[in-house]
T-cell receptor, first 112, second 114 residues
Framework: SQTIHQWPATLVQPVGSPLSLECTVEGTSNPNLYWYRQAAGRGLQLLFYSVGIGQISSEVPQNLSASRPQDRQFILSSKKLLLSDSGFYLC???????????FGAGTRLSVL | DQQVKQNSPSLSVQEGRISILNCDYTNSMFDYFLWYKKYPAEGPTFLISISSIKDKNEDGRFTVFLNKSAKHLSLHIVPSQPGDSAVYFCAASDSGAGSYQLTFGKGTKLSVIP
């Protein structure tokens, strides 16, 4: 069966520090991968998605970036965090012609 | 421009009664619709979906209805249980777009009162 791992679960970072969140998927090949953010009291905002290794599409211009160094690995990064980067970050995957996305447990990021 | 709207931020229902969560969309290219359930500090869990070729899909206590002419869908939970208390997100996709992106509503917080 397929599983998705996302870590860390909680992260507190000072403004201006770098960020690296990692997501890996097991049990499937060539998944579509997604990064979402849920800000307090708001819905899910798609940040990046990838349909293959090295292919990244950005939905929202910001100081975040994403990379997909391996088929089942998706990384969200920032060189310098802003206060507005605080939120709940979610990784998701989907395969084939299906539109169902499956989510990881999320990372709660607090930028102070 | 919000393409998927959940106009009720919250809903309270008595245990055993029916919960009806509503969702409206504006993009006529959307042809696949999903409901997700989310508990605090967890990722959303897929609940049920419906293709635009259908107007109803049922899975146990959960039924989704789609009214394409009104661009409206609803999720019915019968009977409601306290464990159903969560935030419910409606999502939609245009499968012809090729990237399998989902557009989410802002969610409705359901509270089932024992």
């Amino acid at each position: 069966s397929q599983t998705i791992h996302q870590w860390p679960a909680t992260l507190v970072q000072p403004v201006g520090s770098p960020l690296s969140l990692e997501c890996t998927v097991e049990g499937t090949s060539n998944p579509n991968l997604y990064w979402y953010r849920q800000a307090a009291g708001r819905g899910l905002q798609l940040l990046f998605y990838s349909v293959g290794i090295g292919q990244i599409s950005s939905e929202v211009p910001q100081n975040l970036s994403a990379s997909r160094p391996q088929d089942r690995q998706f990384i969200l990064s920032s060189k310098k965090l802003l206060l507005s980067d605080s939120g709940f970050y979610l990784c998701a995957w989907a395969v084939g012609q299906g539109n169902i996305q499956y989510f990881g447990a999320g990372t709660r990021l607090s930028v102070l | 421009d919000q393409q998927v709207k959940q106009n009720s931020p919250s809903l309270s229902v008595q245990e055993g009664r029916i919960s009806i969560l509503n969702c409206d969309y504006t993009n006529s290219m959307f042809d696949y619709f999903l409901w997700y359930k989310k508990y605090p500090a967890e990722g959303p869990t897929f609940l049920i979906s419906i293709s635009s070729i259908k107007d109803k899909n049922e899975d146990g206590r959960f039924t989704v209805f789609l009214n394409k002419s009104a661009k409206h869908l609803s999720l019915h939970i019968v009977p409601s249980q306290p464990g159903d208390s969560a935030v419910y997100f409606c999502a939609a996709s245009d499968s012809g777009a090729g990237s399998y992106q989902l557009t989410f509503g802002k969610g409705t917080k359901l509270s089932v009162i024992p």
